[in-house]
């Protein structure tokens, strides 16, 4: 159970091939690199789901693998497409932090989950301690994925990359029952849609899947003028009308 | 016993890397046309060029300092020690004591100073802006190189090529995750310091981006002979380099005989031939960089260098 072991290397590699990937998505510019690099990345999680069920000899964790496939590594990735083409989305990412900064904060990231995972494991096999640390790693990078950058498209993505580190620690761990998996997988597929009618609300809305542009419709800035605004407002004229062709 | 075979490899290894370099790239270069759909010089042609340009008599700038002079040769001399020390098809070369990954990286920074200062020297600007470029690039290259080899002497225990060598293609390792990141890091090195193509564009001097090219407009005849055999060497060493770190199968051990160093030969050939293969496709796959994301993809080599030693710190419990 340590180095040097096929299984387990391989196991491990699929792990590590995983935090590559979500660093390709954090270095990347571009809508549809993005995307890609994201169908990439379901594809090693399926396989990693698949190896993990042979090395178990567990046959629902090939059903896990199914699932990430068609989901993670055809179906979303086409229907992003799909958006993007749709929308006619310009090709430039913008990102709220610069590449160099989001990729330390990355390595950050990625220290910040190996102290976490070592005093929890203390005692566990090296690669298992590795194994978490790395899954915890992908976890991480998502949620700063979804913090770095300012289009909805690529917050979607770094959701969804988070829970692709989700599953990769789910399956390492032998005897997690399928239902668990199957109804994560599901609730992926409803924050998919979620986000997808999301997205076409805000570019409905304002034009733009830059989610700067709600910056404009911060509470106080919203809520500040009313008092003011009511108190000049001639008592015989009707503010409701003025205020709703304004909003 | 010993001796003599280290002492013949050795020799056999030289006049084999003197070969192959100018092979190599003109192999490359070949590849690249038949995949761009042109038919492409002969894979000999730098051979013809070298021939050409060594019978020609050096054209120096009227302010040419000595430096001009020197510094061809400086290049191509320490660019030849570091090729003698990086194994090829046997292990135990009579200098393999002395081959030393940190002595490596000092040779090659040795090498591009002498290259910096002669684009330097006659004060043109092309010159001195390819060689602002170069060093800036090194900046953030050697670093990533450094820590890349930290995760190998963790692993091996040193930084001696041969003994990191050896200990990979024991295979007791395994497949370590620390290690592909680290050869991630030393493969975006690799193509920053041989100037290929998301860095800088080997095809080209007449951009306003180039880098390597823009350092020799100045020299001409043999002095120019000397810089691109220079460069043939080192992409032919750092081919190896990545061959014998990462692809240690084959390799003649240590004190065997000639029929062991054959199948190592034919080994090496093998293993370059297809990183040779793979350079083709992936520089007629991938467009170039602006000069100024560089610093960003090679800083993005450090952090996975960086990655690789704090993963490698963290399975051999010292942190």
């Not at chain 2, 225990?157 to 050869?183: E, H, K, Q």
């Not at chain 2, 240590?254 to 080994?267: D, M, N, R, V």
Request: a neutral charge.
């Amino acid at each position: 159970m340590t180095y040097g072991q096929l299984p387990y290397d391989i196991a491990h590699l699929l792990g590590g091939a995983m935090l590559l990937l979500s660093f390709v998505l954090l270095y990347q510019r571009r809508v549809q690199a993005v995307i890609n690099a994201f169908a990439m990345q379901g594809a090693v999680l399926a396989m990693a789901a698949a190896w993990q069920g042979a090395m178990q000899s567990a046959p629902e964790l090939y059903l896990t693998a199914l699932v990430a496939f068609t989901a993670k590594a055809v179906l979303i990735p086409l229907a992003l497409r799909a958006i993007v083409r749709r929308l006619n989305l310009h090709r430039a990412v913008e990102t709220a932090l610069g590449i160099g900064a989001s990729m330390m904060a990355g390595v950050a990231v990625v220290a910040l989950a190996i102290l976490v995972a070592l005093p929890i494991t203390t005692g566990a096999r090296a690669i298992a301690r590795e194994d978490l640390a790395l899954a915890l790693s992908v976890v991480l990078l998502g949620m700063l994925m979804m913090i770095t950058r300012r289009n909805a498209i690529s917050q979607v993505v770094g959701l969804m990359s988070l829970e692709n580190g989700l599953v990769l620690a789910a399956v390492g761990v032998a005897g997690m029952p399928l239902v668990v998996e199957l109804s994560t997988a599901a609730l992926v597929l409803v924050v998919f849609v979620v986000a997808g009618v999301f997205v076409f609300q805000i570019r409905e809305r304002f034009d733009s899947v830059d989610t700067g542009a709600f910056a404009a419709n911060h509470g106080e800035d919203a809520f500040e003028p009313e008092p003011e605004e009511a108190s000049t407002a001639p008592p015989g004229a009707p503010p409701a009308a003025q205020r709703g062709d304004a909003g | 016993m010993q001796t003599l075979g280290g002492l013949l490899t050795q020799a056999l290894h030289l006049v084999l890397m003197l070969l192959a370099a100018p092979l190599v790239v003109g192999g490359v270069r070949w590849l690249k046309a038949r995949m761009l759909g042109r038919r492409g010089a002969s894979p000999l042609q730098p051979f013809r060029d070298l021939r050409k340009l060594l019978r020609k008599r050096p054209v120096l700038a009227e302010n040419a300092s000595a430096v001009s002079e020197v510094a061809p040769y400086v290049g191509v001399v320490a660019t030849l020690v570091a090729v003698a020390l990086v194994p090829s098809f046997a292990h135990g070369m009579l200098l393999a004591p002395l081959g030393d990954l940190v002595l490596l990286a000092a040779l090659l920074a040795l090498a591009r100073f002498a290259l910096a200062l002669a684009g330097m020297d006659v004060g043109t600007g092309f010159g001195g802006l390819g060689a602002a470029r170069e060093m800036s690039f090194a900046a953030f290259a050697e670093p990533a190189l450094l820590v890349a080899l930290l995760s190998f002497s963790i692993l091996a225990g040193t930084t001696n090529l041969d003994a990191v060598a050896a200990t990979f293609r024991d295979g007791l390792l395994g497949l370590r995750v620390s290690l592909a990141l680290a050869g991630i890091a030393l493969l975006a090195v690799a193509l920053t310091e041989n100037a290929r193509i998301p860095v800088d564009n080997p095809a080209t001097h007449l951009e306003l981006t180039m880098v390597h090219e823009a350092m020799l407009l100045e020299s001409s005849g043999r002095h120019l002979a000397l810089w691109e055999y220079e460069a043939a060497l080192k992409l032919t060493m750092w081919l190896a380099l990545l061959a014998a770190a990462f692809l240690p199968f084959g390799v003649a051990p240590a004190g065997s005989g000639p029929l062991a160093w054959l199948l190592g030969l034919l080994a090496w050939v093998v293993k370059m031939a297809g990183f040779a293969v793979a350079l083709a496709v992936f520089e007629s796959a991938i467009a170039k960089m602006r000069v100024f994301r560089v610093p960003e993809f090679l800083g993005a080599a450090l952090l996975l260098a960086l990655l690789a030693a704090a993963l490698l710190f963290v399975s051999t419990g010292l942190a």
